[in-house]
């Protein structure tokens, strides 16, 4: 009798001490991958980088620690020192365009360890007070970086502003522009909403997106109201070809970025000569938001604010399909212009 409770006893403590080791082994492979320096990759040959050979991936984890201080203004002087760090002037642009997912984009792209955003839109081009205070009060306003890492800021009213193009020429003729859009009508109703929103809490009453968008007496799409013209992508394009050739724009798919944001990350990618870094893993479809959201590492994640995917107001049918046919033709030959072609009505 007392033999047997004894085996018994054996057989439990075996099993314990199997789970015990079992869990401890798990624990010291979890905390030796996440100690391990992380490997460092070769970047594919490709002509024209502003990326050196190698970039430490670890940048991704440094980007959430003392650069993130730094952008609070609460690194010291000592560390910036000590960490080589720079303010450099944006290598490329997000210029728009104004509810094209401008915001998405560049939170996306701030995944990539190479890449380190401007967290405020600085519209130092479309003001000119702030343009008059010069390149280096920009050159202030953006965040600290390793000198291998490229900076990237959006302002999105830069698409529309008359002076805008020509500014950054002067600054950096060879400077990468992206571009993100939306099929025109919805951005549109986009736009008003979000003037709608902001009349709201002022407690003011505003007019039907139908009454804006069309002209009361031709019964025509109103041209005048600023949501229509500035989903009149050609038109703006064609002011920023008069600098710029259609070589340094990229421009993205905006509702593809809301339903499938990876492949348009990955062209981004190609574009800015950055090896993908970007991967699955950092995107994630959040079901109770309907967007997808950032995950940075296994701590870190973050959804957008929700002043991103407001619902729009119902338009009137007939509104939408009269907007449509009206951006049709321009559609087109802004397809022809950029050499890529949307699935838009
Ligand atoms: P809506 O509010 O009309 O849905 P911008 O940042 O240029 O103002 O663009 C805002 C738009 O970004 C939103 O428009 C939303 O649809 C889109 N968007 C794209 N990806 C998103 C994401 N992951 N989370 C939230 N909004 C996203």
């Known amino acids: 009798m007392l033999f047997k409770q004894q085996a018994l006893l054996r057989q439990k403590l075996f099993v314990l001490g199997s789970l015990a080791i079992g869990s401890l082994l798990y624990l010291a492979t979890r905390v030796g991958s996440l100690d391990r320096p992380q490997p460092i990759c070769p970047i594919e040959g490709r002509s024209g980088s502003h990326i050196p050979e190698q970039i430490p991936l670890r940048t991704l984890q440094f980007k959430r620690g003392l650069l993130h201080e730094l952008r609070k203004g609460n690194a010291t002087t000592e560390q910036i020192q000590l960490h080589n760090l720079v303010q450099q002037l944006p290598q490329a642009i997000i210029i728009g365009v104004r509810k094209g997912g401008t915001r998405a984009l560049l939170e996306m792209l701030n995944l990539h360890p190479a890449v380190v955003k401007a967290s405020q839109e600085v519209h130092f081009f479309d003001n000119d007070p702030s343009y008059a205070k010069g390149i280096e009060w920009y050159r202030g306003k953006m965040p600290f970086s390793h000198p291998h890492q490229i900076t990237i800021e959006k302002s999105p009213a830069y698409f529309i502003t008359e002076e805008v193009p020509e500014r950054i020429f002067k600054m950096n003729s060879s400077i990468k522009l992206l571009l993100i859009v939306r099929e025109p009508t919805t951005r549109a109703v986009s736009d008003y909403t ?96 309907g967007f997808y959201c950032l995950r940075f590492n296994i701590v870190f994640n973050k959804c957008l604010a929700g002043s991103k995917g407001r619902i729009h107001p119902d338009v009137d049918p007939s509104v939408v399909t009269k907007l449509r046919k009206f951006f049709h033709p321009f559609n087109q030959k802004f397809y022809q212009i950029i050499g890529r072609t949307f699935n838009w009505p």
């Open 194 to 289: 979000q003037v709608l929103e902001g009349k709201e809490r002022k407690n003011k009453t505003y007019y039907k997106f139908e009454k804006l968008a069309i002209d009361p007496n031709t019964c025509e799409v109103n041209t005048k109201y600023k949501a229509v013209r500035t989903s009149i992508y050609t038109k703006h394009l064609e002011k920023w070809l008069k600098y710029f050739p259609v070589e340094q724009f990229h421009i993205v798919d905006g509702d593809r970025l809301i339903t499938d944001p990876l492949p348009e990350l990955q062209l981004v990618e190609q574009f800015l000569n950055l090896p993908p870094r970007i991967s699955q893993y950092n995107l994630y479809f959040n079901a109770t938001r």
